[in-house]
């Protein structure tokens, strides 16, 4: 049986350069999403979101592995973060950070298989968050994105160039909120390796 990596077959979405910004038009795919508030580093609700995403997006692999015979990659962490001052993410105040976190599902998983899944893992584990996960389509469309190399506060001076120089200098403004996704698991990588891909949905200012 074939294993489907969705980080090698769409290489364009999950390799991009370290050193230039690149334009993507990225698809409408499905994602399981919990969403949630607060530092990432320190606050019980975000762990329980990554906890439980991980949890069902594996259990909903074998699913499909066994029952459609289709095995596949489970895809990385990928988060959404905004907030009511954007300046925190330069300034790294994560304290007013909201976001959503989500894992991408392949096109042949279905709401009743993730159903499914949730009432499998539900009865096997205590996830707290289990209830809050929604399984929907996410559209992001026009996009520009970078690969940051090393520590998730060091994103700063990357994402300030992003949004203050590329974008203005290009004829963009922002048209969505912030993105990223994990390539590197942070508990076995050391903080300078971290891998991690910073996107921004745009579009052309008017005029």
């Known amino acids: 049986m074939t294993k489907f990596d969705f980080k090698k077959e769409l290489k364009h979405l999950y390799s991009p350069s370290k050193k230039d910004f690149a334009v993507v038009d990225v698809p ?5 999403q919990i969403d ?4 990432p580093n320190t ?5 329980q979101a990554v906890e439980t995403l991980f949890a069902l997006a594996f259990n909903i692999k074998f699913r499909s592995k ?4 289709r095995d596949y ?7 959404l973060w905004w907030a009511e001052d954007m300046d925190s993410f330069i300034t790294r105040d994560k304290n007013q950070w909201d976001w959503t976190m989500m894992i991408m599902q392949p096109d042949w998983i279905s709401a009743e298989m993730v159903s499914a899944s949730i009432a499998t893992v539900g009865g096997k584990k205590d996830l707290p968050a289990l209830p809050k996960v929604e399984f929907s389509t996410y559209n992001e469309g026009l996009s ?8 998730y506060d060091d994103e700063g001076p990357t994402i300030h160039r992003m ?3 590329w974008m203005p200098t ?3 403004t922002e048209n969505g909120v912030h993105h990223e996704i994990y390539l590197s698991d942070p508990r076995k990588t050391v903080p300078e390796k971290l891998r991690t891909v910073l996107r921004q949905p745009i579009k052309k200012v008017d005029g």
């Open 43 to 47: 606050a019980d609700e975000y762990k």
């Open 170 to 172: 290009n004829g963009y």
């Open 163 to 165: 949004h203050h120089e």
């Open 66 to 69: 066994k029952e459609l015979g």
């Open 144 to 151: 520009v994105q970078i690969l940051h190399l090393g520590s």
């Open 28 to 32: 409408p795919m499905s994602f399981l």
């Open 73 to 79: 990659v489970v895809p990385p962490l990928e988060g």
């Open 36 to 39: 949630g508030h607060g530092d």
